[in-house]
């Protein structure tokens, strides 16, 4: 008979497995399972599907999920002159003098030694790739001082479509300039010295480099030098901002 033969389903709601041990909220959980990255016990994982998470092995990427108590998360207004390493050979002053260095941890991506700004600190090595990944991370905005007075429309249009540099040419970018001479930029490329190479390339240097923004994170508070831990929330709205420029770059 039909109604002794069904059965009740057991296990718990993949979504609701991911989004518990910070893959984001459940939506963007449900993203990474549309989108084939989920397995279970080595098989595409499909909408809808259950699990028991103490049996089963739940990968995303190719990757074991799992609890992950020790990872810590920082944001830190790096003050101009401070070097983004571990250790300076020159003795000069380091990200490492300012925050924790138990446990180990490294700066998502860098920022030169005289730009100032928004640096992301972690142990989280696959989250603090997908931030910074060279082509397709998360956006980064920069408030820019140049040199040589205002940038001209042609310049404006150049840094906007794409500026010819010597490893070559870069991605479109948002640029506004608020004042004559201040510039509001965003990329989301993580090219070395990128934006001080943009502002020489269409003729006007950069005087100071300040990051604003990376992704949905941003602290206009923070004091340069001061440091703090992300909240629940950023880390949340960082995994999202994430899954959201990988489902982007996987169309
Ligand atoms: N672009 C630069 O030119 N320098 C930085 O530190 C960051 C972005």
Redesign the pocket.
Known sequence: MAARNAQLPTGERLQKVLAAVGFGSRRTAEDLISAGRVTVNGDVAILGRRVDPDNDLIEVDGAPIGVKPDLVYYMLNKPAGVVVTSKDTHDRRTIMDIVPTEPRVFSVG???AE?EGLLLITNDGQLANRIAHPSNGVD?E?LVEVDNGAVSPGGLRRLRDGVELDDGITAPAKVSQPEPGILRITIHEGRN?????MCEAVGNP?RR?V?TRIGPLADKTLQPGEWRHWTTDERNAMIEAVAATRLRGSE
């Open positions: 860098r920022l030169d730009t980064k920069y010295r990128q934006v001080r190479r950069v480099l990051r």
